[in-house]
């Protein structure tokens, strides 16, 4: 796969990382979620410009390069923030007629996205999460609150502490719990634990998941946003 440098974005608040491969006149727009990053859709990316399409892959705010300009802005994780984010994203680079491909947290964003930019966007596809779900009047069988164990984790402190102290160990631990088949290079699994390294990755992670929940004060100035989705 041809791939260019990382390049960036200025949106109102991030200077938003992407990579930008292929030269198709197809463009898809891939989405990551969470623990993940960019680098995670290579192979998705590889097979897609193989067939003629241009791929675009951002990393969302607090992962890789992706930073808030602002130190003392808001690090939150809130999803109506990062659909902000990327809706923003999409109109710095005039993304128009394109497919996008989100990822968890990808396609919790994406459904966001096509409510807002549906008149640029030709195709969607949504993987691992149905739209509306994880709010805090939801109800869950014991099977799923049982696999969201991180989730309530993360409302804790000492859960906070743990992801701050190891993120490496604790993502690791995810990724062999979710795709216990997965073949991954080590030089591919340490590509992307890099990303959380950025300094904004905890708090935007676990802000994200206290306040889906409920257990975090969303940011006032996304009320109207919220709303709206």
């Keep these: 796969m041809t791939e260019t440098a990382l390049q960036f974005a200025t949106t109102s608040c991030l200077d938003m990382a992407y990579l930008d491969s292929g030269a198709g006149e197809n463009l898809c727009l891939l989405v990551h979620g969470w623990p993940d990053d960019a680098l995670t859709w290579t192979r998705v990316a590889t097979q897609l410009e193989a067939q003629g399409v241009r791929t675009v892959r951002p990393y969302l705010r607090g992962f890789g390069p ?130 959380f390294e950025n300094p904004d990755w905890v708090g935007v992670t676990i802000d994200s998941y206290r306040q889906r929940w409920g257990n975090s004060k969303g940011d006032p100035l996304l009320e109207a946003d919220e709303a709206y989705f």
């Design 66 to 195: 992706t930073r808030i300009r602002d130190s003392t802005a808001s690090r939150s994780g809130q999803l109506v923030a990062l659909a902000h984010d990327l809706i923003e994203f999409i109109e710095a680079l005039d993304l128009r007629d394109f497919v996008l491909v989100g990822h968890d947290w990808g396609a919790r964003l994406s459904y966001m996205v096509a409510a807002r930019l549906g008149d640029r966007i030709k195709g969607m596809v949504c993987l691992s999460v149905g739209y509306g779900t994880n709010g805090p009047g939801q109800q869950l069988s014991f099977e799923q609150a049982r696999m969201y164990w991180y989730h309530w984790y993360f409302a804790t402190e000492l859960g906070r502490q743990a992801l701050q102290a190891d993120p490496e160990a604790f993502t690791r631990q995810l990724w062999a719990y979710w795709s216990p088949s997965l073949t991954l290079d080590e030089s591919e699994w340490l590509a992307t634990a890099r990303s």
